[in-house]
């Protein structure tokens, strides 16, 4: 019989104390858990919620004291964890909303809470494999950020956060809280500066630091090639000197608007390190290809030759071939010159020409905000905001200088006639059906993942 089976009759009268009182000296050790020297002295530590409490059972940490609210006596999960906590030795509360409330210092705390032993990884044991990403810390100091960045860690599929120097306590509750369980799926190391140093030199794996002045653009970094450590520093100061001069790279993460540490940190994993189920806790992680059109060089090239090729041939169209006379290339295909007074396939024909100019200009920027947006993977995706933004750019300069677009291909019957059009046409609608066709990839994709 499995923990989580334990007939919830095995739990007998008299294991399970009735606390009603703040000044019972229980409640005072569990309160004194908000303070980081108790925490210290008793090698312990304080979670929130059943669900939390049973992943952690679950994952094999060492529950001492469990705490649930009198309105969950009776309930099925609540006695058999209850069960499981005094057959492992456990102390297990029946307490009044008044005590939750004081433990929790919240006015509506969770029904469940426990009282769970602290663990670490010593660093002599943890074993870099090539396929390993750890996350190293330096001195941070906000306990929601260092929680942020172990929950994101652990969505990512690190194998692991050091926590370099006076990093904020890991078990501290607001710490704690802001992982949401994953303070228990994701292995912790403490260690000094100097150990870090002499550790990094003797296990040589690739460590990328996070610093302002870096050189190098963090999607454009091979983190395929070894092992890799993502150094990051404190939120004020980075990361000193020392630290920096173990880096193999410093990488520059752009930023738009204010960041702080854990959204910085996000960004610079979320590239890193992608793939690995949370919950297998292997370590291992699937390194994501960075789309060279997720960089601004790439994609200025592409649009620019784009909005050449289109220019060029509505020149030669406009200089070589006659006007309103279609010539014919292959069967439904032929050469017909025509101007367009609307914008991309005659859409909006009317409208004044600053109208159009401005609607288009609008267009544009609101695709290049999706590219910025898309994860720097998404080859398919930028490809085809790059076609959209060259094909729309082509039109505009067309109105902007002719005040009508040029066509000159149509697809026509011998009783009907298509449309005619242009290449920058031709261009938005192709982009436009590579971001559809890279939708439907990934979506594939995450469906396949959560079978």
């Not at 309160?31 to 919620?49: W, Y």
């Not at 990328?208 to 520093?233: A, C, E, F, W």
């Not at 261009?427 to 066709?437: D, H, K, T």
């Amino acid at each position: 019989m499995s923990d989580h089976e334990t007939p919830k009759n095995t739990t007998r009268v008299g294991q399970v104390k009735d606390i009603t009182s703040l000044s019972n000296p229980i409640i005072k050790d569990i309160r004194a858990l908000s303070m980081k020297k108790h925490r210290d002295e008793t090698g312990t530590f304080l979670a929130e919620g059943l669900k939390l409490v049973i992943d952690a059972i679950e994952l094999g940490w060492n529950i001492r004291t469990l705490i649930y609210a009198k309105a969950q006596r009776g309930k099925d999960q609540v006695e058999k964890i209850a069960a499981l906590t005094i057959a492992r030795g456990g102390l297990v509360l029946e307490v009044s909303e008044k005590v939750l409330t004081a433990i929790t210092g919240r006015d509506n705390p969770q029904a469940v809470i426990a009282v769970f032993e602290q663990k670490a990884m010593a660093l002599d044991a943890v074993r870099m494999k090539p396929d390993d990403t750890w996350v190293a810390l330096d001195r941070v100091r906000d306990p929601g950020n260092l929680g942020t960045i172990i929950r994101t860690a652990d969505a990512a599929g690190a194998a692991g956060v050091m926590l370099i120097g006076d990093t904020v306590d890991p078990f501290s509750t607001e710490t704690v809280r802001a992982t949401m369980g994953s303070i228990f799926a994701v292995p912790l190391v403490r260690i000094s500066e100097k150990d870090f140093l002499a550790w990094s030199a003797k296990t040589k794996p690739l460590v990328v630091g996070s610093h302002l002045k870096g050189s190098v653009d963090y999607r454009t970094i091979g983190y395929q090639d070894r092992p890799v450590v993502l150094l990051m520093g404190n939120e004020q100061q980075g990361l000193p000197d020392t630290l920096a001069g173990a880096c193999g790279k410093l990488a520059r993460i752009p930023q738009s608007g204010r960041a702080d540490l854990a959204q910085s940190g996000n960004r610079h994993r979320g590239d890193a390190v992608r793939g690995a189920p949370a919950s297998s806790r292997s370590g291992r992680v699937k390194i994501v290809t960075i789309s060279p059109l997720s960089r601004v060089g790439p994609m200025l090239v592409l649009v620019a030759v784009t909005v050449g090729l289109d220019q060029v041939i509505k020149w030669l169209v406009e200089t070589r071939l006659p006007m309103h006379e279609s010539i014919p290339v292959v069967p439904m295909f032929a050469l017909y010159r025509t101007w367009n007074e609307g914008i991309a396939f005659s859409f909006l024909r009317g409208l004044p020409d600053t109208a159009l100019i401005a609607l288009t200009a609008l267009v544009i920027v609101f695709v290049v905000y999706l590219w910025r947006n898309t994860p720097p993977a998404r080859a398919i995706a930028h490809l085809g905001y790059a076609l959209i933004i060259g094909g729309a750019l082509g039109n505009l300069i067309d109105r902007a200088i002719y005040g009508h677009v040029v066509d000159y291909i149509q697809f026509h019957t011998a009783t009907w006639s298509f449309a005619i059009f242009n290449l920058a046409d031709s261009f938005i609608s192709i982009g436009a059906g590579l971001i559809v066709l890279d939708e439907l990839i990934a979506t594939m994709r995450d469906r396949k993942a959560r079978k």
